[in-house]
């Protein structure tokens, strides 16, 4: 089994940063091993894919709404993941979750239907 907490959101202003932090645990478990994503969701929303990155770290992908302010990174020794978030804006107000998977392979995986661990989630809010 894998735990995963999520911390660092709150309250900024458009313009401004957060950085999010998820970390994960469990018996037997090897972070080294596993992918992780972050999604977000809005009230009324659907939940969405935000940023991903593989089990090496190697490898990253972000949705196109984020992509150039976001930032996705882990640190393997901490097992940790990390999400920076510049030059927030209003729409990206939402509960954001973090998502792990065991994967063989080195790659990022932005569906959410194929992560089977999930955080509680942390708020992000940005005012105008």
């Known amino acids: 089994q894998v735990q995963l907490v999520e911390s660092g959101g709150g309250l900024v202003q458009a313009g401004g940063s957060l950085r999010l932090s998820c970390a994960a645990s469990g018996r037997t478990f090897t972070f080294s091993a596993y992918g992780l994503g972050w999604f977000r969701q809005a009230p009324g929303k659907e939940r969405e894919f935000v940023a991903a990155?593989?089990?090496?770290?190697?490898?990253?992908y972000y949705a196109d709404s984020v992509n150039g302010r976001f930032a996705i990174s882990r640190d393997n020794a901490k097992n940790t993941a990390y999400l920076q978030m510049n030059s927030l804006k209003p729409e990206d107000t939402a509960v954001y979750y973090c998502?792990?998977?065991?994967?063989?392979?080195?790659?990022?995986?932005?569906?959410?239907?194929?992560?089977?661990?999930w955080g509680q989630g942390t708020q992000v809010t940005v005012s105008t």
């Open positions: 998502a792990a998977q065991y994967h063989l392979a080195d790659r990022v995986v932005t569906n959410s239907r194929a992560y089977a661990y």
């Open positions: 990155i593989s089990w090496s770290g190697g490898r990253s």
